[in-house]
């Protein structure tokens, strides 16, 4: 969680907030979704899938893993994907022999371990689109500063 976390954070913050509605438009990219929908996006999964592994409700307003309408500006979605992060670092310390082979039945029986791996490959295929946004706007990527 902490390597994904690191690389994740620093990037959404490295886009400039007027640059948070920036689309790739160039070629064959029709329905899309912009940065800031990408950040949304990626964070509402991690409130989802660390809410399965603890066995809670997901927050309201992460339904098909979209953030609150309330979320808008640059430092609401980073405070969003920063409490995600800790969501899922409360979910992975709940973790244990015990438990981390438990099925979750409203989960498609996928186990609490499953589902905190899903919540790194998850963030780490978004981190991919992150970096090619930053990329597309002239910007590097601070893990690769």
């Known amino acids: 969680m902490t390597s994904t976390e690191q690389l994740v954070v620093p990037a959404a913050d490295a886009m400039p ?32 899938l660390a809410a399965g592994t603890l066995g809670e409700e997901p927050p309201a307003g992460t339904d098909h893993e979209t953030a609150p309408d309330s979320v808008k500006t640059k430092t609401q979605i980073m405070d969003y994907l920063k409490g995600s992060f800790t969501n899922l670092h409360r979910a992975a310390a709940a ?22 791996i899903d919540a790194v490959i998850h963030s780490s295929e978004h981190y991919g689109q992150i970096v090619e946004y930053l990329r597309m706007n002239n910007i590097v990527p601070p893990a690769s500063r």
């Open 95 to 116: 973790l244990n022999e015990n438990n981390m082979d438990d099925p979750i039945p409203s989960k498609g029986n996928r186990t609490r371990l499953l589902m905190l």
């Open 17 to 48: 907030e007027g640059k948070y509605s920036f689309a790739p438009s160039n070629g064959d990219f029709s329905g899309v979704r912009t940065f800031a929908e990408q950040v949304k996006h990626l964070a509402a999964a991690n409130y989802q």
